[in-house]
């Protein structure tokens, strides 16, 4: 059983950084892929961006050009550099791991992001 610890989150200015970090325990290997997604009031929870065990990334339309996702390989930390954030960055911020493609997805806690002047 993965068990996924968030850290990081809190309040930006806009235009301000940010940075996410999951880590996932009680994986005896490499996890096959790590994400973030995100959930803002009203909305489904959309994917911002996921990382897989070759390395390629993904990134959500949206923050493209302004998020750099990141992955510690051996340890499974997976973390979220968030720039020039938005006020639509504003959300709860969740991490995702699958440990292997045959495995259900784990869940974190959720991580509160707030972009506000």
């Known amino acids: 059983q993965v068990q996924l610890v968030e850290s990081g989150g809190g309040s930006a200015q806009p235009g301000g950084s940010l940075r996410l970090s999951c880590a996932a325990s009680?994986?005896?290997?490499?996890?096959?892929?790590m994400a973030w997604y995100r959930q803002a009031v009203g909305k489904q929870r959309e994917l911002v961006a996921e990382?897989?065990?070759?390395?390629?990334?993904r990134y959500s339309d949206d923050v493209k050009g302004r998020f750099t996702l990141s992955r510690d390989y051996f340890k499974n930390i997976v973390n979220l550099q968030m720039n020039n954030l938005k006020p639509e960055d504003t959300a709860v911020y969740y991490c995702?791991?699958?440990?292997?493609?045959?495995?259900?997805?784990?869940w974190g806690q959720g991580t509160q992001v707030i972009v506000s002047s």
């Open positions: 009680g994986a005896t290997r490499p996890v096959f892929a």
């Open positions: 995702n791991v699958y440990v292997t493609p045959m495995h259900q997805p784990s």
């Open positions: 990382i897989n065990r070759d390395n390629v990334t």
